[in-house]
């Protein structure tokens, strides 16, 4: 039986660290259901999205490296990469 296609959420930076891995793989849905997932998966990442409905601005979303996004009601789509960055930056 063929596995259903996946979205996969890929970590850059401290998310990385955070996560304990480089990606990870959910079922295709909204932003914010991809993000409630990472938090399940990934605890140390509580608090990605806030209780507002927006990102915490210590984290920058990026659809398949392509275009940054706010939306939390984005549906993605299977195959698709959602990047999860650190907004700071050093320097």
Avoid: K
């Amino acid at each position: 039986m063929a596995e259903p296609a996946l979205v996969t959420v890929e970590f850059f930076g401290i998310p990385r660290q955070r996560a304990g891995r480089a990606e990870l793989s959910v079922p295709p849905g909204t932003v914010w259901e991809t993000l409630a997932a990472v938090e399940h998966s990934c605890p140390a990442l509580a608090g990605v999205c806030r209780p507002d409905g927006r990102v915490s601005p210590h984290y920058l979303l990026s659809v398949n490296g392509e275009r940054f996004l706010t939306d939390l009601q984005y549906r993605l789509q299977p195959g698709d990469h959602l990047l999860l960055l650190s907004a700071d930056s050093g320097g």
